[in-house]
Structure formats: C-alpha cells, structure tokens
C-alpha cells in the first residue's frame, strides 16, 4: 500500500509543472504621418520603402489625421503617395526621412 501511495506522490509531481505565460509586447510605433487633406475628397495614404508599397489608410476630406507607419524603422528614406479616392491623381513626396511624426499637407 505505500509502494502505491509513494509511485501516485512520484508521478503526480512528475506532472506537475509551473508553467509561465508572458504576453509580447507590442511592437511601439517609432513613426507617424500627420496628413492634412485639403482636397475636396479623400485619400488613400501609402508610404513606399525600398520598393514596397504600404497602404496606411484613407483620410477623410478637408480633415487631419495623425497615423502610425508599421514595417518602416525610423530614419528610412520613403516616398509618400496619396491618390483621391476617384483616382483622378495622386501627390508625392519624394526622400522623406521618417522621424518622429512628419506632417505632410496634401494638395
């Protein structure tokens, strides 16, 4: 009877073990655009990097809005592309060095 009750102890605190769960973070957003759209329509905000094209979001006429750039490390060159929601034309800003929050005013 103590043989059994010993290997039931032995086995139960072999099963037994303290397991640790930890969230990751999420990843902090080192840059951001503050667009102000003038046009009379929205646009669709992208940032190109190194030949990848994002696209941000699209920002309501005659507004502002203050938005995260992800998958773009600070300091990268990058080309800024906004098109109206028609598609009728796009404005670019060419060699822009992403720090902090760059505002960018379209038209």
Request: glycine letters at 2%; hydrophobic letters at 50%; aromatic letters at 6%.
């Given at each position: 009877?103590?043989?059994?009750l ?9 099963c037994?073990?303290?397991?640790t769960?930890?969230?990751t973070p ?5 840059v ?8 009379a329509?929205?646009?669709?905000v ?5 030949g990848t094209e994002y696209?941000?979001?699209t920002?309501a ?14 300091g ?6 906004a098109t109206?929601?028609?598609g ?5 800003r060419?060699?822009?060095?992403l720090?902090?929050?760059?505002e960018?005013?379209v038209?």
């Open positions: 009877m103590h043989r059994l010993f290997v039931l102890l032995l086995s139960a605190a072999a037994s073990r303290q397991v769960l930890q969230a999420a990843q902090a957003v080192e951001q655009l503050k667009v102000t759209n003038r046009a329509q929205a646009v669709t992208f940032v190109v990097d190194g696209t941000l979001t920002v006429a005659t507004s502002t809005e203050i938005i995260p750039v992800r998958n773009v490390a600070a990268s060159t990058v080309t800024l592309r109206l929601a028609d009728s034309r796009s404005y670019t060419e060699n822009v060095v720090r902090g929050v760059f960018w005013e038209p």
